[in-house]
């Protein structure tokens, strides 16, 4: 069983659809990471959190540590939010190793 | 643009080649990684270099050798490899525990 866990690992919604993609981790963490790649496999770091809750556009990260648990949710979403989203978690600060999530593959319908 | 390029983009390799991977960076990281992403498996980890010393070598096979002659470069020079390591090959380097990804190179063995 791999220590990160996302859900679900393929989505498809329609355009404006408000969307949530779900990562449930094991291990102790310090922070935990929110990676976006599109097709041809360049990588785009969107969030990096350890408490609370992160907001940038249309996109929004919530954790919860307790339940080590972390969501990650995208409001009136696009056909350019089309790609694969992936959870990482790092187990100290300082310490760059980052353990990932296999990917959420979400496809926005126009 | 992340600021972090990987040359090539797309590698064909037979078995008994001989190649490497660029990587390079000018956004003053002293950290430098490189990944494996196969289909259907999440992001491995390989190599981590900091300040231009090894300091992770995640049990990668030696047909694969890291080189990192500065902190803006990092190589990945491979040999003999085999059919199962076609996969992408990322590079990326970190600044305060956020990291920043190439583009990838496209590896197929044949």
């Known amino acids: 069983k791999n220590e990160v866990e996302q859900s679900p690992q393929n989505l498809t919604a329609q355009e404006g659809e408000f969307i949530t993609i779900n990562c449930s981790y094991s291990v102790g963490i310090s922070a935990l990471h929110w990676l976006q790649q599109h097709p041809g496999g360049g990588i785009v770091s969107l969030f990096m959190?350890?408490?609370g809750k992160k907001k940038h556009g249309r996109l929004i990260a919530t954790i919860n540590i307790q339940e080590k648990h972390s969501s990650l949710h995208i409001t009136a979403s696009h056909p350019r939010d089309s790609a694969v989203y992936i959870c990482a978690v790092q187990s100290n600060f300082g310490n760059e190793k980052l353990t990932f999530g296999t990917g959420t593959r979400l496809t926005i319908i126009p | 643009e992340t600021g972090v390029t990987q040359t090539p983009r797309h590698l064909v390799m037979g078995m008994t080649n001989k190649k490497s991977l660029k990587c390079e960076q000018h956004?003053?990281?002293?950290?430098m990684y490189w990944y494996k992403q196969s289909a259907k498996k999440p992001l491995e980890l390989m190599f981590v270099y900091n300040f231009k010393e090894q300091t992770e070598n995640n049990s990668v096979p030696s047909r694969f050798s890291p080189e990192c002659p500065n902190s803006s470069h990092l190589f990945l020079h491979l040999h003999t490899l085999q059919p199962e390591d076609s996969a992408l090959y990322l590079c990326?380097?970190?600044?305060?525990?956020?990291?920043?990804f190439g583009p990838g190179t496209r590896l197929t063995v044949t």
């Open positions: 959190l350890s408490s």
């Open positions: 956004l003053g990281h002293n950290a």
């Open positions: 990326a380097s970190s600044h305060r525990d956020e990291q920043y």
